[in-house]
Structure formats: C-alpha cells, structure tokens
C-alpha cells in the first residue's frame, strides 16, 4: 500500500514514516502542503496522512482539493481532538481524523482500513492453491506450513494475489510496494520476487510472462 505522509515537524515524520514502513507500507513524506499536492498529482497514492497545519498550503485546503479529486483518502492529524475540530475536518472531506497524542497502533489500523476502502471489495483472504495470505495478521501459510517474509516480499506476494491470475508489472509492484526512493532502473522486484518463490518452495506459484512482469499461476 501507498501512503504519502505529510508532516512539517521533520523528525516526527520520519518516526512515523519509519514505523509504518516496519509494518510493510511504502511512504513518501512531504514536509509542507505544497509538495504534497504536487506529489499528488504524479503518485496515485492509496492514503494520504495529512497534518493539518502544514505550511505553503495549509491542510484543510490539501485536503479539500485531494477530496474534489477523489483520488486518494485522507486521515487527517491535529493537535486537537475536540468535537468541533473533527468536525470540520470530515467537512472539509477528509475519510478519517486522529487527534494528537495517539497510539501508534491506531494509526496503522487506520490507515490499513482507509486503504482497504480504497481499493476494489477483496475477501479477508487471499488465496491460490495452498498459499494463503492473511492481511489483517501480516501472515502467509503454504500447505499449513507458516511462511516467513520480509515487508517486501509480503508486499509483493499480497500484490499478486489480490490480481488473481493477472500479469502485474514490475513497473507496477515497485510503485505498490517500495516509495519514491526507489530507482526506477532497479533489480530489487526481480531479486525480491526470486527470494519469495524460494521461501514458497515447490511447486513453483508465481511465474515470470517474460517482457511483461509476474503472476500467480493455475
């Protein structure tokens, strides 16, 4: 899943970025509402963490303007958690809102459940043949036998199950599963998807359709 973080407050956006990235999101930060619409505009992110008072361009505009285009949902922060605060920011149409100081905990169950509303209905779990993959537990079984993987190979086997048989681009998973650091000439999809089919074991479930990416197989 794609979030972008918008925080001005530089070392709490990078704890909070650090953190949701250990629980397997890929995130980019923007630092003032300016740059967040203008990465916006070229990245089509599943959440957008939005703190209301950003500089440039304050939030409650980044906000109206991200709900007029309806690409992404937005969990709004703020330092306050009063009644009418909420308020105003699911007016403003924002998808979700949590006051300042918050649970850390809390924070990734929103975001996951905004990112759940953002991509089309799927089943609570994802399955093809005898692997099964648990996104709400951050668990793979194969044959019973539990699957241990890194954030990114999670991410990259959750991708191509939730395609079901279809061919998903690598150009695709690295957008999906890395963020904007990512070298787009990069081998890390190839290297990551070949790890993942071995920590699968045999027979082989996810096939390379050469010049065209990977999918799960019959």
Request: contains cysteine.
């Amino acid at each position: 899943m794609r979030v972008l973080l918008v925080e001005d407050e530089q070392p709490l956006a990078g704890y909070i970025a650090a953190g949701l990235r250990k629980h397997g999101f890929a995130v980019d930060m923007a630092f003032d509402g300016g740059l967040a619409l203008a990465k916006c505009e070229f990245t089509p992110y599943d959440v957008v963490v939005l703190d209301r008072d950003v500089p440039v361009v304050h939030g409650d505009t980044v906000c109206r303007r991200l709900a007029e285009q309806g690409a992404a949902r937005v969990l709004m922060l703020t330092a306050s958690g009063a009644v009418e605060d909420r308020v105003a920011g699911l007016t403003l149409g924002a998808d979700d809102y949590l006051g300042k100081p918050f649970a850390f905990t809390e924070l990734v169950a929103r975001v996951r459940a905004l990112g759940r509303r953002s991509a089309p209905a799927r089943p609570p779990l994802l399955r093809a043949g005898d692997v099964v993959l648990d996104p709400a537990r951050r668990s793979v079984e194969r044959a019973g036998r539990v699957v241990h993987l890194t954030p990114k190979e999670f991410g990259v086997l959750e991708q191509l199950l939730a395609f079901a048989g279809d061919v998903v681009s690598a150009e695709v998973l690295l957008d999906k599963v890395w963020d904007e650091h990512a070298d787009p000439f990069t081998n890390a999809v190839r290297i990551t998807v070949g790890t993942l089919r071995r920590k699968l074991g045999g027979p082989p479930v996810i096939e390379t359709v050469t010049g065209a990416g990977y999918r799960i197989g019959p």
